[in-house]
Each structure stands twice: as C-alpha cells, then as structure tokens.
Nanobody, 124 residues
Framework: QVQLVESGGGLVQAGGSLRLSCVASGGTLTTYFMGWFRQAPGKERAFVAAINKSGGGTYYADSVKGRFTISRDNAKNTVYLQMNSLKSEDTAVYYC?????????????????WGQGTQVTVSS
C-alpha cells in the first residue's frame, strides 16, 4: 500500500512560482496513475492535474492549463506539480493522490491513496 508525502508549499506573491513534490513509499510508483487536487476553505476538493503511469499523458483543469505542469520521475518515486503565474485564487491545500485502475482521472473518488496535503498561499 503506497504512502504519499507532499512538500514544497508555502507563501508566494501573485505571479510567482512554486514546485510541489509528492514522494511515494511502500509501493512502486509505476503501478499508479497520479493526480493533484486542491481544496480551498469552504470549498470541495477540486481536480488540478493528472498523469498516466508512464508520464506520456497529462490532463489539467481549465483553470490551471498553461500555468501548471504535472510530471513524474518514476526512478525517484516522485510526482511534481510546477506552478507558474500563481494567482490568489490558487490558494488552497494541495493534495497528491494515487489510483491503480481508473486512469488519470479528474474524479477524486477514483483515488484510493492520498497524501496529507501542503498549503499554498498566494498573496495579491
């Protein structure tokens, strides 16, 4: 059973960049589809980006397309989320998640494994 730990969150000014990392342990990352989700205060958890097992297919929410990039390094058991041109509305707790069977899916209910989250705060 895979365990996920996110890092890289913090406080950044609008227009700035952050790179989030998600390190997996207890399982081989190549067997999992991976996703990033976020949850702002008072809102439901929302899809941000997802990537297939090989890294050859990536998918993004419209709100982050062109600004965020998801990638994975299976040799390091790590998934990344590069976030550029950050906006105040990107402020949220960011979670990485893994699923073995449902693909690079935007539906959070498809993911069985979740990290604890990392806070991203964008000041305007």
């Amino acid at each position: 059973q895979v365990q996920l730990v996110e890092s890289g969150g913090g406080l950044v000014q609008a227009g700035g960049s952050l790179r989030l990392s998600c390190v997996a342990s207890g399982g081989t990352l190549t067997t999992y589809f991976m996703g990033w989700f976020r949850q702002a205060p008072g809102k439901e958890r929302a899809f941000v980006a997802a990537i297939n097992k090989s890294g050859g297919g990536t998918y993004y929410a419209d709100s982050v397309k062109g600004r965020f990039t998801i990638s994975r390094d299976n040799a390091k058991n790590t998934v990344y989320l590069q976030m550029n041109s950050l906006k105040s509305e990107d402020t949220a707790v960011y979670y990485c998640a893994a699923n073995r069977y449902y693909g690079a899916d935007a539906n959070p209910s498809r993911y069985a494994y979740w990290g604890q989250g990392t806070q991203v705060t964008v000041s305007s």
